[in-house]
């Protein structure tokens, strides 16, 4: 893929401190996207809001900010640096872990990223969307004919206030999650939407596990949502990890 001159500086955002389901090898892979976009010639601007990490080395990026990762405060990060960036000012969100996508993910929705004339690049947050959202990629599944375990989603309704989604009724959530078990059985996996690492899921034997993880589960999604799949216990797993960009170029990692 040709470099793109066009672009002048790289806001990376990072993947915060070390808990279950997010950072881990996201701080390695971090700080090796940066020397590699250096050695390119872009600007490059971090945010992180862990100060242990050689991430937020003063030598490392041309920019750090040791800020919380939210929408609100990379917001303003941006509002800060944009005026210094005479090009295309570029948001990576895909070397932080599930914190860098769900933040990149909140300012495309507020349309932060429209009004600072920010592009996303690595992916785009309709892609991003369609890999975390379990009902767009159970969907997406089956429009290629990929088999899937059957399987119920269960969305908790937004609460809107002021024209915007101030939360999910979650209680809502949880209750219709115990209605639709019905048509899954168990024992039966349950995997919260835009989490990593596995939080909040688990594998249900009986109604009172399920109840309890999926509670958990919907606590766990910032959007209230969990996928309720069939389990398959006792099948044999064969996994296999592949990278693939735009261009279809695959590698097997």
Known sequence: MPKRTDIHTVLIIGAGPIVIGQACEFDYSGV????????????VVLVNSNPATIMTDPELADATYVEPITPEFVEKIIARERPNCPGVFALLPTMGGQTALNTALELERSGALGRHD?????????????AEDREKFRKAMDAIGLESPKSAIVSSPPVMKGGKIAGYDRASGVADGLRLIDSVGLPAVIRPAFTLGGTGGGIAFNREEFEQILRQGIDASPVGQVLIDESLVGWKEFEMEVVRDRADNCIII
């Open 32 to 43: 090796q996207a940066v020397k590699a976009l250096k050695e390119e010639g872009y600007r």
């Open 118 to 130: 920010v592009e996303m690049i690595g992916a785009r947050a309709d892609v991003i969307e369609k």
